[in-house]
């Protein structure tokens, strides 16, 4: 299976190249990423524990799904394929807002991205793919704000992050 490659971008995200992902990781340079928000009627944020086997922040909570656009894939086309890979299910998609962020991690890779984040709605129970998620639940908002100022080691460096900004974003 080839290396996957992500899309280097400038804090414009006007594309400058495209490069492995490990190596992006490594040399912390900026590239494109999505991260996907998915709710139900009552509101509830689907969330996902990633896999054990995840090369860096296995077992820790984040949003419903997030991952790098492929080379001339709309940022709501590869929204959708990832909720698919990773939690058995489509739905369609809005893009919200877009922010850079860097996050260092303890294995010496580092995430620097400009991060589209993307928003939808789904009632059913996820499929999850194993591989790639160990488990899935369903909280509101402010409970998960609640939750992450009592343990914030138990959730994503970059779901930290956006979920600030995103909370602030859907709280006005």
């Known amino acids: 299976m080839a290396e996957e490659l992500v899309i280097l971008v400038n804090e414009n995200d006007e594309q400058l190249g495209l490069m492995p992902k490990m190596e992006a990781h490594e040399k912390a340079i900026l590239h494109r990423a999505f991260s ?94 194993k591989e790639e998620v160990e488990n899935f639940k369903w909280m509101t908002v402010e409970n998960i704000k609640k939750d992450m100022e009592v343990h914030p080691e138990i959730y994503t460096a970059w779901f930290r992050i956006i979920f600030d900004r995103y909370y602030k974003f859907i709280s006005k």
């Not at 709710?39 to 909570?61: D, I, M, T, V």
Request: with cysteine; proline share 3%; aromatic share 10%.
């Open 36 to 129: 996907v928000f998915t709710f139900n009627k009552k509101g509830e944020l689907l969330l996902q524990q990633r896999a054990a086997s995840k090369y860096h922040s296995p077992l820790l909570w984040t949003n419903t799904c997030c991952s790098h656009q492929r080379n001339g894939e709309s940022n709501i086309d590869a929204g959708k394929r990832r909720l698919q890979e990773e939690m058995g299910f489509v739905c369609n998609l809005e893009e919200v807002f877009s922010f850079v962020y860097k996050a260092p991690f303890d294995n010496g890779l580092t995430e620097h991205e400009l991060d589209h984040v993307m928003v939808g709605t789904y009632n059913e129970t996820p499929k999850i793919n």
